[in-house]
């Protein structure tokens, strides 16, 4: 059974930084490209970042030059660093294979930043 387990979310002010990180189980982790989505109230979920498996990285606009990817392949974890964070970053975060599998997504990370 495929899980991923988020974990590092809290609440901050603008210009704040925040570490996410994601636990994969039941995939041979390495091989997937790992992504990190984020749905804020009242929005579609989008995807921010992605990370392939020799640590090729990708990012949304919205978050190019603030987030980082990175991925732990011994450890089947991925990370989201967040620098500069803005109030339109809150949201719910979570990560998933680059195309999501969808009875997997875990209960997500989440991330508020206020004045």
């Known amino acids: 059974q495929v899980q991923f387990v988020e974990s590092g979310g809290g609440l901050v002010q603008p210009g704040g930084s925040l570490r996410l990180s994601c636990a994969a189980s039941g995939i041979i982790f390495s091989a997937y490209v790992m992504g990190w989505y984020r749905q804020a109230p009242g929005k579609q979920r989008e995807r921010v970042a992605i990370i392939y498996s020799g640590g090729s990285t990708s990012y949304a606009d919205s978050v190019k030059g603030r987030f980082t990817i990175s991925r732990d392949n011994a450890e089947n974890t991925v990370y989201l660093q967040m620098n500069s964070l803005k109030p339109e970053d809150t949201a719910v975060y979570y990560c998933?294979?680059?195309?999501?599998?969808?009875?997997?997504w875990g209960q997500g990370a989440q991330v508020t930043v206020v004045s």
């Open positions: 998933n294979t680059n195309v999501p599998r969808n009875n997997a």
